[in-house]
Structures are given as C-alpha cells and as structure tokens.
Nanobody, 124 residues
C-alpha cells in the first residue's frame, strides 16, 4: 500500500497562493487515481480535486474551480495542488489520497491511502 506525505502548507494572506506537494512511497504512483481533500474545524472532509493515473484528466470542486490546479509527476512519484486567490474559506487541513478507482471519484471511501495532512490557513 502506498504511503503519502503532504507538505507545503502554511499561513498565507487573502488573495495569496500556495503549492502543496504529496510525495508517495512504497508503490508506483501511476497505478493510482489521486485526489486532494480538505477538512475545516467542525466540518466534514470535502473533495477538492482529483487527477487520473496518467494526469490527462482532472476534476475539481465547484468552490475551487478556476483557482486551484492539480497536477502529478509520476517520475517523481509526487502530486501537487497549486492554489491561487486564496480566501479564508479555504482554511483547512489538506489531505492527499490515493485510490484504485478507474474514474475521477470524489468520495473519501473510494480512496484507501491517506496522508497525515498539511494545514493551510488564510488570513483575512
């Protein structure tokens, strides 16, 4: 089973940008559909973005569409989430997830490997 480690979170001002990374080990990443989820205090974990095994297909939550871009580099066994025009509603712990689904699924139970999360805080 693949192990995932997120990095790149931090404190950013309203309107700023951040790039999150998720490094995988223990298995070949190109056999997994990858996704980012986030969870704010007191809220359920929500889907942010997903990318196909080859990187040719992506899917985004409506709340981040046009602002966030997910990509992957299978040679480096790493996926990325580039976040722009950040606002306080984006404040959350961001999790990287890996799954075997053939399609760009958005439900947490469709992913069986998770990272520990990285905190993103956007100040007003």
């Amino acid at each position: 089973q693949v192990q995932l480690v997120e990095s790149g979170g931090g404190l950013v001002q309203f309107g700023g940008s951040l790039r999150l990374s998720c490094a995988a080990s223990g298995d070949t990443l190109n056999t997994y559909t990858m996704a980012w989820f986030r969870q704010a205090p007191g809220k359920e974990r929500e889907f942010v973005a997903a990318i196909s095994r080859s990187g040719g297909g992506t899917r985004y939550a409506d709340s981040v569409k046009g602002r966030f871009t997910m990509s992957r580099d299978n040679r480096k066994n790493t996926v990325y989430l580039y976040m722009t025009i950040l606002n306080p509603d984006d404040t959350a712990v961001y999790y990287c997830a890996a799954g075997r689904a053939q399609f760009l699924v958005t439900i947490p139970r469709d992913f069986n490997s998770w990272g520990q999360g990285t905190q993103v805080t956007v100040s007003a």
